[in-house]
């Protein structure tokens, strides 16, 4: 639509056109207006310039004024909209070297830092940092990582670990702190752990108090105290086993969950896995029970019964079909910690249809 008083200044002016223009007018320039030599080619070729000499410039000028406004109230518009998180920060403390929370550098004991929801933490290979959050719990950085806060508050605390190494110290209830990496999920069931990330996102996490869930795509891991679990992109957390399993054992279990191996190899590494275990390896069988195929499945049964008498109401046929109830009887049995916990934050993870669904 044509506006006239943009355009040579007639017509009625629009309202807020008009407030802009006051608001403006504190920064009117009042002094007396320069002097310009004369261009010699502008009276050799008046026409070329005929337009400097017309009522358009200054319109010209309030248009472009205008329009600056308002890009500039739409600009503030805008950043007045963008929410601002209010969940509780996590004090980061240097411990060694200059670790980086976002662009600021700690370079001394006295320098403090908050690290925000979105906010990386970056340690080099000469800095190391703790987290603390007083309800959750406190993360120790090794040199040469990269940590970032992606949710906290509201009984639900989550970083990403995207390399590196740290050791986690949570007294928070189970399941309320998680850490990412690029090929698994560790969710805390009241523990204390040190997991580790690799340039190629594979990983490894061991569990020095409590248990730890390792979870990627419904491949779920549980690491007790002792333990261990090596972790890849592709495949996920691979079967969890204690450090101090024999070296054929965690060898063949490796194989087994990693590497392409003919059906005769496949066969070898698991018939040593089962060989080698001992009774405190019966968690090791029970996971491996999910993890071969309906014809060796047997095979694990019998080796995991021979270590440890099969639960109250639990059957054999039932355990090769892999009932929920009787696997979560089987892992109790253990001692290892209560299934339940698990169950509860696998509902919690769930898409809303499922939650419904499940009550």
């Given amino acids: 639509m044509k506006n006239d008083y943009l355009w040579d200044g ?28 004369v261009v010699n080619s502008l009276s050799r070729n008046p026409s070329r310039f005929a337009f400097l000499a017309s009522g ?4 010209l000028a309030a248009a472009t004024l205008f329009i600056v406004a308002l890009t500039a109230s739409i600009w503030l518009l805008r950043l007045s909209s963008v929410p601002v ?16 929370v976002g662009s ?8 403090k830092a908050q690290l925000k929801v979105g906010q990386l933490m970056v340690t080099d290979n000469s800095s190391r940092a703790s987290l603390n959050v007083a309800e959750v ?59 580790h990330v690799n340039d190629d996102g594979s990983g490894t996490l061991r569990t020095t108090l409590g248990w730890v869930g390792f979870h990627k795509d419904g491949h779920d891991s549980f690491i007790p105290a002792g333990a261990m679990c090596t972790t890849r992109p592709a495949q996920g957390p691979g079967t969890p086993y204690f450090e101090d399993a024999s070296e054929q054992l965690r060898s063949a279990l490796h194989a087994f969950d990693f590497e392409s191996l003919s059906a005769a190899d496949r066969e070898q ?69 209560d299934i339940s916990v698990w169950r509860f ?3 919690e993870q769930a898409p809303p249809l499922l939650k419904k669904a499940a009550r």
């Fill in 269 to 337: 590494a698991l018939h040593t896995v089962l060989a080698q275990a001992r009774r405190r390896d019966a968690f090791t069988l029970w996971h491996l029970l999910a993890r071969v195929n309906a014809d060796e499945r047997p095979l694990v049964y019998d080796r995991l019964a021979s270590l440890v008498a099969p639960p109250a109401n639990v059957t054999r046929e039932g355990t090769l079909a892999l009932d929920p109830q009787m696997m979560d009887a089987w892992w109790n049995a253990f001692d290892l910690g």
């Fill in 104 to 111: 600021f550098s700690l370079v001394s004991d006295s320098s």
């Fill in 137 to 195: 719990g406190e993360i120790y950085v090794d040199p040469g990582s990269r940590v970032r806060l992606i949710e906290s508050g509201s009984n639900h605390s989550r970083l990403a670990l995207e390399l590196g190494t740290i050791h986690a110290a949570i007294w928070a209830p189970p399941g309320e702190f998680v850490v990412d990496t690029p090929s698994a999920t560790a969710v805390d069931l009241g523990c204390a752990y040190t997991l």
């Fill in 56 to 59: 358009w410039t200054p319109r």
């Fill in 345 to 347: 934050w696998e509902q």
């Fill in 10 to 37: 007639s017509g009625e002016p629009d309202p807020e056109l008009k407030s802009i223009e006051k608001s403006l007018a504190q920064f009117r320039y009042s002094g007396r207006p320069p002097d310009f030599p």
């Fill in 85 to 100: 998180s209010n969940a509780p920060a996590w004090d980061v403390a240097r411990l060694a070297g200059a670790p980086r």
